[in-house]
């Protein structure tokens, strides 16, 4: 469940939705600890992505191609994307633009901290709903 989380994290489609389903489904685990479980996964897959675009956004040479394609980042830019970006990470969860917010948020450059809480918020509350509904669906 962790290695299919970590995997839908990242920029890889992967069910892991159907997977902690399934394992609630089955009785295999317990549905807060597969929530957890999960979250934590595709959390760490989510700042894969966030340092990718890091590393997009400083121009190293592996991602010199992209650098070059990016808006420039104005002071005023800056402090826009702090100040709405971090809360914005929240639908990192939605699949392809999740992915997309997650990118942009590092090569923005907003600080860890804030974006790893709402990255976090948005993936918690996805997992909860799948274990709710597939607790539901049990019963």
Do not use: H
């Not at 992505?49 to 991602?63: E, I, L, M, P, T």
């Not at 070059?68 to 005023?76: S, V």
């Not at 990192?92 to 918020?121: E, K, M, N, Q, Y």
């Amino acid at each position: 469940m962790f290695v299919s989380a970590v995997l839908a994290g990242s920029v890889l489609a992967v069910p892991s939705e159907f997977v902690l389903a399934g394992a609630i489904g089955a009785g295999q685990v317990d549905p807060w600890l597969g929530v957890l479980v999960a979250t934590a996964g595709n959390v760490l897959g989510a700042l894969t992505v966030f340092a990718c675009g890091r590393g997009a956004a400083a121009g190293s040479r592996r991602w010199a191609w992209l650098s070059r394609r990016l808006p420039e980042l104005t002071p005023e830019r800056a402090a826009r994307a702090e100040r709405w970006g971090p809360p914005l990470l929240v639908g990192s969860w939605v699949p392809f633009v999740g992915d997309a917010l997650v990118f942009a948020g590092g090569a923005c450059g907003l600080r860890w901290g804030p974006s790893f809480a709402w990255i976090t918020l948005g993936k918690l509350v996805r997992y909860a709903v799948v274990a709710w509904a597939a607790t539901a669906a049990v019963a």
